[in-house]
């Protein structure tokens, strides 16, 4: 399993409050890494509507992932009020 991360993702990541963005980190950058698939991390939930799009929820915050065969691209993340206007 590939994992690309975008210069959005990031940006947004360093400017999330310091209460969730351990958890995220955490998630993203030893989760995903030592995970053989995204699905055996088990937080994992589907778009409704949009296939290869999926989201992870930390509390009022979700993580944004494209995901397409073998390649996992962490895209955003964003509060939950906001995420659902730009992501997919």
């Given at each position: 399993m590939?994992?690309?991360y975008r210069k959005k993702?990031?940006?947004q990541l360093a400017e999330l409050p310091i209460?969730?963005?351990?958890?995220?980190e955490q998630f993203v950058f030893e989760?995903?890494?030592k995970?053989?698939?995204v699905f055996e991390l088990g937080k994992v939930e589907k778009m409704q509507g949009y296939d290869g799009f999926y989201k992870v929820r930390f509390g009022d915050y979700r993580v944004g992932?494209?995901?397409k065969d073998?390649?996992?691209v962490v895209a955003t993340v964003m509060h939950r009020?906001?995420?659902y206007k730009f992501f997919p």
């Open positions: 590939q994992i690309e993702f990031l940006k209460t969730v963005r351990p958890k995220i989760g995903l890494i995970a053989n698939s992932l494209i995901i073998d390649l996992v009020k906001e995420i």
